[in-house]
């Protein structure tokens, strides 16, 4: 990745630095991974239970997103997952239901900075 590239990352709040530790500087790696992230269902997963009602979905889909963007370094998204699931598991329907659109905004960043670095 070029200095571009990873400005492109920060400014979306993707943690560059704990991508080199993470995965021991190989970028080709990261860049294949990101590349399954734009296909991954679990936030689309997370609306629908939403839709549907079905809170345990929804906690274990934002569980799962949760995992998916830590490995990935996309720090907002991880954090809002994380905080995303712990209402869940809480039981709070309404401050879970808040978060939402903030959730879906930090991926929505998340997927548009990683298909620019793609050329996606």
Do not use: C
């Not at 997103?65 to 712990?86: E, F, I, P, W």
């Amino acid at each position: 990745m070029d200095e571009k590239d990873i400005a492109i990352l920060r400014n979306a709040n993707i943690d560059y630095e704990d991508i080199t530790d993470r995965f021991e500087g190989n970028e080709a790696l990261y860049l294949k991974l990101a590349e399954l992230f734009l296909s991954d269902p679990h936030m689309a997963n997370i609306k629908a239970a939403f839709t549907e009602g079905n809170l345990g979905e929804a906690e274990r889909e934002s569980h799962a997103l949760k995992g998916v963007a830590g490995n990935l370094s996309l720090t907002s998204l991880h954090q809002l997952a994380t905080r995303m699931n712990d209402l869940l598991k809480a039981h709070d329907e309404q401050a879970a239901t808040a978060l939402l659109p903030q959730l879906d905004e930090a991926y929505s960043e998340a997927i548009q900075a990683l298909r620019a670095v793609l050329g996606k």
